[in-house]
């Protein structure tokens, strides 16, 4: 029986895709989780995987199309089917996921060269992991920001102003994703995960200063980090535990084992810290988790973000089941990743699912700094850089390897204690890295 | 209560305030002798003799005209205009006459016309005589505008209308003379002015009036059996056009659609819509659509102007599309 593969909704309020390019032709076999072409939504370029095998039978429209979402796209069934025009059974592609707390899984990456370049540059340098810039925004869990007025009925609108509910995060489910008085309630009742009870933040009006002054638009990556980061600061209360590592013998290993693996596959520090704190996390599932109102979400996997610069912001790419990763899968994954995020091409299920996060800043000579928390995860560890420095062993002064991270965590989730704590089982793994390679 | 036609409850009103007031006439073409294109009439030129049932020539202008001289001097005329689309020929008197001239000569004149006209398509009579031109009437403030949908409705209306000081143009559609209805007992007046819910439902709200209540009914009931209760308002009056039970049907249930059987465009449902827009916008959660008739002079062939004019099933899509 043919397939119609509709145009998938990607994110939260995405309402159509561009249909930038088919990679499969009409008459091409496709097995089930091929890319069929790429679309781009209003934040990135997203590669659709066929939710069937079969012969790609017909494409219904043309690249470069504007496509509703649900909207069929194009027919895949046995080559000697018959196609009508109205095939019976419409699946959309699985890189949809529908939760409550997950809504755009893609940022618009834009084009980003010139951080690749430099991660490119740095790869072959013992102490430096990719660029990982302090805040993280993914759409994992923002409703992205959207394009001009939120698409609302005039009763939805008071409804939400009544309740205090931020339409920009409730799914309209009325013609055209408009979102009506049921999606209010419904995001009232908690069926929807819209920011209740939370005042709009003022922004105070920029005083001009000079002739010169520059009016710069927010593409829509920054906006979305930009609300992403008022949420964060101003309904998750942090707190910060810095902790300093020794890791002489992690930059000994890491030295040893990159010796035998080929350029482009070169562990950095940093898949190594991924791969020690998804280790710890097993142990301190209370920091794998996110709040929720009444109660505190554990989640059973641990999925961590690694948040990755691009051309006008960042986004974090996300590795899964990172705990049960070897490090050369995990670091390949993660690489993979980077590389797509920066190209501008990522796919829905690289930016979505974290469960905790880390921002690695080593490479710009850092030596500590803290991470704004990307809700709704409970915690995110910011990195700074691995630096040769004079340290006291046996009351003698000695050149030593060290590195800062600093935790920062959801209070309303954890205490100082079990941060600290956290922290000092990092040094576990990090200070015997031999742990993570069995 | 009595189950009668539309045809004789407007019959009955037109006796009754004969008989009850003297200064109460007749006048058209064909009203007398022949009782009537619509039989309206019938028996009333026997009963009342050709000085209160006339004859008149075939002269719009002139029947309005003359209703509107014997009006201002304190007779209360019924002009009768075989079908609405002849009033074009007398719009002069009717929208420039009759509804100003209280207000130009500082009140020192009354106005207590009323003229009774038939209108709607549906009966294959070309363009320009089945033509549905309410909403251009209803434009001139001065002139009040009626058009019943039950035969109860029609009754009580006319009977108010022949006692109103204004002039009120009170149409009848040509398709609903044969509608029958329960009639209250004994003499009663209904209000101009008062819209009515005549039928009570919590999902929808349907406005409509004359026709297009028949038809709304009757998709009400197809809406019914999938579970959708509509409410639906009948105006009865489009000028004064009374919303207060729209607004508060609408507020109840959110969604409206706009049923009329004229032309869409600057319509009954526009005006309606916008009132909704204006007067109830934080209730607001769809656009009203509007369900009127194709923008095309009305075919002749049966099928196309069947196909041009509201039916049953465009006001149940439009109420499954309001309701999305």
Redesign the interface.
């Known amino acids: 029986m043919a397939e119609m593969i509709s145009m998938p909704k990607l994110g939260f309020d995405m309402q159509e895709g561009v249909l930038v390019r088919w990679v499969k032709n009409e008459g091409e076999n496709v097995n089930k989780g091929d890319v069929l072409a790429e679309i781009e939504t209003d934040k990135a370029t997203v590669e659709v995987e066929s939710s069937a095998s079969g012969v790609v039978r017909k494409l219904l429209v043309e690249a470069g199309s504007v496509v509703p979402v649900g909207d069929p796209i194009a027919v895949v069934g046995s080559a000697d089917e018959k196609i009508d025009d109205a095939p019976t059974k419409v699946v959309e592609p699985p890189a949809e996921k529908k939760t409550d707390d997950t809504s755009g899984p893609e940022l618009k990456t834009e084009e980003g060269q010139a951080r690749k370049e430099q991660s490119e540059a740095k790869a072959a340098e013992p102490p430096a992991p990719p660029a990982q810039p302090a805040v993280i925004a993914t759409a994992q869990t923002a409703a992205p920001a959207q394009e001009g007025p939120i698409k609302a ?6 409804v939400a102003r009544d309740n205090n509910v931020d339409l920009s995060r409730v799914q309209g489910t ?2 055209g994703g ?1 979102v ?2 049921k999606d209010v309630e419904a995001a009232l009742s908690g069926a929807q995960s819209a920011s209740v009870g939370r005042q709009p933040v003022s922004t105070p009006m920029p005083v001009p200063v000079s002739a010169e002054d520059q009016a710069i638009p927010l593409t829509k990556l920054r906006q979305a980090i930009a609300r992403r980061m008022v949420e964060s600061t101003t309904s998750v209360p942090h707190f910060y535990v810095t902790h300093e590592y020794k890791i002489d013998a992690l930059m000994t290993m890491r030295k040893q084992i990159n010796e035998y693996l080929p350029e482009n596959e070169k562990l950095s520090v940093n898949d190594f810290i991924i791969k020690a704190a998804a280790l710890t996390l097993r142990e301190f599932p209370n920091l794998n988790s996110s709040f929720a109102g009444d109660k505190v979400i554990r989640h059973g996997s641990v999925n961590v973000g690694v948040a990755v610069a691009v051309e006008g912001g960042l986004l974090t790419v996300v590795n899964r089941n990172t705990d049960q990763q070897p490090l050369r899968a995990l670091s390949a994954d993660v690489k993979r990743m980077v590389a797509g995020a920066r190209e501008g091409k990522v796919k829905p299920g690289d930016i979505e699912g974290s469960t905790f996060s880390i921002s690695n800043l080593g490479m710009f000579d850092v030596e500590n700094f803290a991470a704004i928390i990307n809700p709704p995860e409970a915690g995110i560890i910011a990195v700074g850089s691995a630096r040769q420095v004079p340290v006291v062993e046996n009351g003698e002064v000695k050149i030593g390897w060290r590195m800062k991270a600093t935790i920062s965590v959801d209070h309303r989730v954890s205490d100082g204690a079990e941060a600290a704590q956290f922290m000092q089982k990092l040094a576990e793994f990090l200070e015997n890295p031999v742990r993570m390679l069995v | 209560m009595a189950k009668i036609t539309m045809r004789e409850a407007i019959s009955q009103a037109l006796m009754e305030e004969m008989d009850r007031d003297p200064a109460v006439f007749i006048l058209g073409e064909e009203v007398g002798v022949w009782g009537g294109t619509y039989a309206v009439t019938k028996g009333f030129y026997d009963k009342y003799g050709p000085d209160r049932v006339m004859d008149t020539p075939i002269a719009e202008n002139a029947i309005i005209g003359a209703a509107i001289g014997a009006a201002m001097v304190g007779q209360r005329p019924v002009a009768e205009l075989m079908t609405i689309n002849f009033a074009f020929s007398a719009m002069d008197y009717i929208v420039n006459q009759a509804p100003k001239l209280h207000y130009m000569f500082g009140g020192q004149f009354k106005v207590p016309l009323v003229i009774r006209a038939v209108g709607g398509g549906g009966r294959q009579l070309g363009a320009t005589h089945s033509q549905t031109p309410d909403a251009i009437f209803a434009h001139f403030p001065g002139l009040k505008v009626v058009s019943p949908g039950t035969p109860e409705d029609a009754k009580g209306l006319l009977k108010t209308a022949i006692r109103s000081d204004d002039p009120v143009l009170f149409i009848e559609h040509a398709t609903m003379y044969q509608v029958r209805g329960e009639v209250p007992d004994g003499e009663y007046l209904i209000p101009i002015g008062k819209s009515k819910v005549q039928r009570e439902g919590k999902d929808v709200t349907i406005v409509t009036y004359a026709k297009g209540l028949e038809l709304s009914l009757k998709a009400a009931e197809e809406l019914a059996k999938g579970g959708i209760e509509a409410e639906i308002v009948d105006l009865r009056t489009l000028r004064p056009l009374d919303m207060e039970p729209v607004l508060e049907s609408f507020k109840k249930t ?1 969604r409206a659609i706009v049923v009329e059987e004229g032309w869409k465009s600057y319509g009954v449902g526009s005006e309606v819509a916008s009132r909704i827009y204006e007067q109830a ?6 656009p009203v659509l509007r369900v009127a008739q194709k923008e095309v002079p009305l075919p002749y062939n049966r099928t196309l102007e069947q196909s041009a004019l509201p039916q049953v099933p465009d006001i149940v899509a439009a109420v499954k599309e309001v309701l ?1």
């Open positions: 009925s005039p009763l939805a609108k008071k009325g013609p408009r009506v008085r | 959110n916008f934080d209730y607001v959660d769809a999305k």
